[in-house]
């Protein structure tokens, strides 16, 4: 558990902007639940609501949106007793130390996020100072649990590198007190592609049709999979640059299924793009029945969804006033 010195710490989180689906899942989610069984690693794992806040969110929905996180989180596969699970708003330091990273981090650089970049693009009225100013809270996040690594997907690649600048800048400027952390990307599934354009990343914003929810309907599964984009060579074969939307097919198969890439393009070779997509279907829906059926579960002990969430919140608490006290001495506010 969190505290134990000998440990190396790995954090990592999720925002609470609706549902996650597999790419969050295959990038990052099962990951975390294969970590937390490493008996070297204290894991801490969050539900970033702050962060959900940059772009537009319903506030009156707001709590139920950051529960539903929290229980597809625990049916995905976290452990509370073998991880730490908390809510990025109730630890008041992350955005304490936000400030204070913000005055060492030059404009230029957060202008220059891809991240904020795209966002900025995708709501041109609403681009609002946190969504540039989002990779400084994430460092903040980061950085106030002496995080040794961040298991993330290729996406967030970028802002890890800017928290390790960020580390070394406050380090030298303030003295030594953050270490610098390391992303830890998947070999494979690390950026799983949009459904209906292959070219862009999963996401939720790209439309219900472009992504697999974690908790969808065996019917809507089968629906997205058998409307998905293929490529225009109809030649099963695993080439993301020739063939990218086979090849994310055959990714997210091979993922789920645990099989190796070579022995599902042969076994599709020669045949067409349908019968692929129709095992693939099975396939998702076979692994994610048993989250489905956990998530039912949970829904019905709320109290003990409360009861993980408060452990959580006090360890968190613990670690992270320690690291601000010793924040506001080196930077001279007390
Ligand atoms: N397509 C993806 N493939 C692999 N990993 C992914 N992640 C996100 N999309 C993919 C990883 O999931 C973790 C949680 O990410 P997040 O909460 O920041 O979600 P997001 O990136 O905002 O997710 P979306 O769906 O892309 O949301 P919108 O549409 O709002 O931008 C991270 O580790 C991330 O790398």
Request: aromatic share 8%; charged share 30%.
């Amino acid at each position: 558990m969190a505290g134990d010195n000998s440990k190396k710490i790995v954090f990592s989180g999720i925002q609470p902007t609706g549902t996650i689906h597999i790419g969050n899942y295959l990038g990052a989610i099962k990951n975390w639940a294969e970590l937390q069984n490493n008996p070297d690693y204290d894991c801490i794992f969050f539900v970033v609501d702050l962060h959900a806040m940059t772009v537009p969110y319903d506030a009156l929905h707001f709590q139920t949106t950051i529960h539903n996180a929290v229980l597809d989180n625990l049916a995905a596969g976290l452990d509370p007793k073998k991880c730490t699970i908390f809510i990025q708003s109730q630890i008041k330091e992350h955005s304490e130390l936000t400030w204070i990273l913000n005055t060492i981090t030059p404009l230029g650089e957060l202008q220059r996020m891809t991240q904020f970049k795209e966002k900025a693009e995708e709501q041109k009225n609403e681009i609002n100072a946190g969504l540039l100013t989002y990779p400084v809270l994430q460092a903040a996040d980061i950085l106030l649990y002496k995080t040794d690594f961040v298991p993330v997907g290729k996406d967030q690649e970028q802002h890890v590198e800017f928290t390790r600048t960020l580390a070394r800048k406050f380090n030298s400027k303030f003295g030594e007190i953050f270490k610098e952390p390391a992303a830890l990307i998947p070999r494979v599934g690390a950026k799983i592609m949009s459904l209906t354009d292959p070219s862009k990343k999963m996401s939720k914003s790209h439309g219900a049709e472009s992504y697999i929810a974690l908790f969808d309907s065996d019917e809507a599964i089968r629906r997205k999979i058998k409307i998905a984009v293929t490529d225009s060579e109809k030649e099963t074969r695993y080439d993301p640059k020739n063939k990218p939307a086979i090849s994310n097919l055959i990714t997210i198969y091979h993922l789920f299924a645990d099989q190796p890439i070579k022995e599902i393009e042969k076994r599709y070779a020669g045949k067409g793009y349908a019968d692929l997509k129709k095992d693939l279907a099975e396939v998702i829906i076979d692994y994610l029945k048993p989250l489905r059926q956990k998530r039912e579960k949970l829904e019905k002990n709320p109290d003990y969804v409360k009861n993980v969430l408060e452990q959580g919140r006090q360890k968190a608490q613990k670690i992270a006033a320690a690291t601000m006290l010793e924040v506001k001495k080196k930077t001279g506010l007390i």
